[in-house]
């Protein structure tokens, strides 16, 4: 009988598996590019993470050296949340891959965590944080010997800390993202959670003074968390009472005690197989009829289906309608802000309150096209059988671009009304000229969106952040159509402005909505022989298997 | 002269230096249920996409119930019902939307769809699952789901790529029961399929594709008879005997493994 091979020879394998899929990725031209990509950068990036460690160390010998504690907590409060949340912001809200798809072979469980820690400690946060510390440890080692004697110790243990949090965090986020709900949820939480930074700025203008003693309260409680201990070690340990900086060390011991606890909960029942399926558990349903399809007004039948498909779609997409409201939430939060300001300020700039409509548009247009660039990427497996039936792509792209149209419509209209109550009633010209503009806008947006979509698809999965963006191309004609749209637009406006005659801005902007729309007609009507012609290309990247 | 529901002409189809089907001339009857059968990588689904309009092919003529493919696209796709390999699902419909929509995208209007469907759900056993989204369905009411879909407009032609794997017996036994009255009020129906076992009790005809070339096609019987006759032992062949004699699977005897005694 053959026994399982020893712990080396098992992560030689896993080592060679690894280099194996890296050296086999470099095989497309997508993969090089990748790789030269990721060079560039990490070379900018390595050079910030160089200076920033020279400041560290710098810091450091001069909170030891000058006696300011607070100095170094600040630091390593620094190292810890760049470690925890770093990792965390470029992964995103999806499922994580990790070493449990290896269970199938006979791993040992010490190989298994082995394996589960590699995974943090060769990851490049960690090691820009374990470079930063070793930057601190040469500035205190500079400012005092007997600061050293303790800083080694609570670095030592806080860096394992900060693994050990990091490696649990990461298991039980797979634990909890394994499901698809969950998975969506916690990434609308992240999208809220994102948004509601826009909030911060008004709100500490407008309640900063009477938050400020739960503020100095809650900074206090700070002290009793891992950073705060490790400078406390240091601190009392250079102060030459080693009662106090034992105290706070064994308190950072107890912390890698309690993380290390839990991650083991996770490791082990990872190890025995625990499942954690997508599958939902079948729940008795009641029976209900089945309803007809939605008539919609003044379209055909098949577009008819294609749009309530569409805002189906769109509704159980909670990253997409999210992304869509963010624009109406973000003019909220500087109406929180105005309110509470005696300036009429938008970002910074003082600008009369008839601007804020035409901003707010352009800014809800540059959300909503977005969608249009890329307008087939959640149909999924669902676009073989638009191909599979008697449908002209003309009706499946006009469905997708009366949706656009509409979302566009609802947003502006939420936006006028929150305009009106921040900045007062806008003037009927700006009104007239926004709405002009915004059309012409649109309808560049949809035509260039139309055969993006079908020349630069890219399939998107439902309910993730992580790599869900629109192809290379696509960005660039999105960016391109802007530029031309802005800087036409610009230009009409301050002719229109110099010859004193505003109506020449709005005729002029209908009027090139007027060219477009024949523009957008044309490209409609040649969007079917199109598609037909691009259906492997476009079954092939949508339809393809998650 | 019998009305054929499927006919193809020198079909090819190439993929770079892979010629993946070649030269394939198909003939089925309208009114057949027949098997189009190959080992792995043979062509099957290759060709059942260029028949579905999926997939472009290099060369040669696709004729549906009399209609060109390639000059009537719309057309014959109005005539056809698909289950594709993938089966083609909007995964974030509930099963109820996916028909009606399914449905309409056939040219139903809103109420017929809306009662075939509720029919359909009723029959595929999936009327209890009505909230539901298709993405936690099973693989099993998946694939009853796209069989429904794939029906709901009354097609003359049916394709279906694997219909049977992956499914349970229960499962299987609906989906059969459903192209059996399919054919009995005169569609065709035009499967792939693994389970050969299957393929012969439900099948009148079949035809054999390996590495992309067509090397048999007619009734199991004739294709029984005429492999009989070359082996002279007189003993009634099953399909899997047929199709191991006709693709050379018997050819190559299967190498002993040193390590498995």
């Not at chain 1, 020893?6 to 031209?29: E, H, I, P």
């Not at chain 2, 002269?1 to 993946?20: D, N, Q």
């Not at chain 2, 699977?249 to 493994?257: I, N, S, T």
Request: hydrophobic fraction near 50%.
């Amino acid at each position: 009988m053959i026994s399982a091979p020893g712990k080396s020879t098992q992560l030689f394998l896993v080592g060679w598996l690894r280099w194996r899929l890296f050296v086999n990725g470099l095989r497309t031209a997508t993969g090089k590019l990748n790789l030269a990509v990721h060079i560039i950068m990490g070379a900018g990036i390595g050079l910030g993470i160089v200076g920033l460690g020279v400041l560290l160390g710098l810091g450091s010998w001069y909170a030891i050296r000058y006696g300011k504690p607070p100095l170094l907590s600040g630091e390593l409060w620094l190292v810890f949340l760049v470690w925890l949340l770093f990792p965390l912001v470029i992964s995103g809200f999806g499922a994580e891959a990790d070493p449990v798809s290896l269970l199938r072979f006979p791993l040992r469980y010490s190989t298994f965590v082995f394996l589960a820690f590699a995974h943090g400690v060769f990851d490049p946060v960690a090691a820009a944080c374990l470079y930063w510390l070793a930057a601190m440890l040469l500035g205190i080692s500079v400012a005092s010997l007997r600061a050293l004697s303790w800083a080694i110790p609570a670095f030592a243990v806080l860096a394992l800390l900060n693994l050990l949090l990091n490696r649990a965090i990461y298991a039980w986020l797979s634990r909890w993202m394994a499901q698809r709900r969950t998975r969506e949820i916690l990434g609308a939480a992240g999208i809220l959670l994102a948004i509601s930074g826009q909030f911060i700025s008004p709100l500490a203008n407008r309640y900063g003074q009477r938050a400020l003693p739960w503020v100095t309260r809650l900074a206090s409680g700070v002290r009793v968390l891992p950073p705060g201990m490790a400078a406390a070690t240091i601190t009392f340990g250079c102060a030459g009472t080693a009662g106090k900086a034992g105290a706070e060390f064994a308190g950072l011991l107890a912390y890698c005690g309690g993380v290390g606890w839990l991650l083991a909960i996770r490791l082990r029942a990872e190890y025995r197989g625990e499942n954690l399926s997508e599958t939902r558990r079948p729940s008795a349903e009641a029976r209900a009829p089945v309803r007809a399809g939605w008539n919609v007004t003044g379209v055909s039948p098949t577009v008819a289906a294609l749009f309530e498909k569409d805002l189906r779609y769109l509704f159980r997409n909670t990253m997409a309608y999210l992304t869509l409201l963010t624009p109406a939430l973000i003019i909220l939060a500087l109406s929180v802000g105005r309110r509470g300001s005696p300036h009429p300020k938008i970002t910074g700039f003082m600008l009369g309150s008839s601007t804020y409509f035409p901003m707010g548009v352009a800014y809800v247009l540059l959300t909503v096209v977005g969608l249009a660039y890329n307008s087939l990427a959640y149909d999924g497996p669902g676009l073989a059988m638009l191909f599979a039936a008697p449908v002209r792509f003309r009706d499946v792209m006009a469905a997708k671009n009366l949706l656009h149209s509409m979302v566009l419509a609802a947003e502006v209209i939420i936006v006028f009304v929150l305009v009106q109550f921040v900045g007062g009633p806008t003037p009927l010209v700006v009104v007239g000229l926004t709405l002009a503009g915004a059309l012409w806008a649109l309808l560049m947006n949809l035509t260039a969106g139309n055969l993006v979509s079908l020349y630069y698809p890219r399939k998107l999965k439902f309910g993730q952040m992580r790599r869900q963006r629109a192809s290379g191309m696509a960005v660039v004609a999105t960016l391109g159509v802007q530029v031309l749209v802005g800087g036409l637009g610009a230009g009409l406006y301050l002719v229109s402005r110099w010859a004193g005659n505003m109506a020449w801005c709005g005729i002029g902007f209908l009027g090139l909505a007027g060219i477009t729309w024949v523009a957008y007609r044309r490209v409609l009507n040649l969007v079917t022989g199109t598609a037909w012609k691009r259906r492997e290309a476009l079954l092939a990247e949508l339809s393809r298997p998650d | 002269m019998t009305e054929l529901a499927v006919e193809t002409t020198g079909l090819c189809r190439r993929f770079g230096e892979l010629e993946a089907v070649r030269n394939v001339n198909l003939r089925v009857e309208a009114g057949q249920f027949f098997g189009f059968l190959g080992p792995n990588g043979a062509g099957k689904s290759t060709t059942i996409k260029m028949l579905t309009g999926m997939l472009e092919p290099t060369a040669g003529q696709i004729r549906i119930l009399g209609l060109d493919l390639a000059n009537d696209p719309i057309g014959v796709k109005s005539q056809i019902g698909v289950v594709p390999e993938g089966l083609a699902l909007f995964d974030r419909l509930t099963g109820p939307e996916y028909l009606t929509f399914a449905g309409r995208m056939y040219g139903l209007d809103r109420v017929t769809a809306a009662e075939r469907a509720q029919e359909l759900l009723d029959f595929t056993g999936l009327a209890d699952r009505t909230k539901s989204l298709i993405v936690d369905y099973s693989h099993g009411m998946k694939k009853k789901l796209a069989m429904a879909a794939a029906v709901i407009h009354g097609p003359k032609v049916l394709f279906l790529d694997e219909p049977f794997e992956g499914v349970d017996a229960i499962a299987a036994g609906t989906l059969k029961a459903m192209l059996n009255r399919m054919i009995a009020r005169g569609a065709t129906i035009f499967l792939t399929s693994h389970v050969l076992e299957i393929v012969e009790r439900l099948c009148s005809h079949v035809a054999i594709i390996d590495r992309g070339e067509l090397v048999a096609q007619g009734s199991i019987d004739d294709l029984r008879s005429g492999v009989a006759a070359r082996q002279d032992d007189g003993q009634k062949l099953s399909l899997e005997q047929i199709f191991l004699k006709i693709v050379g699977g018997e050819r190559a005897a299967v190498p002993e493994l040193s390590w498995l005694e």
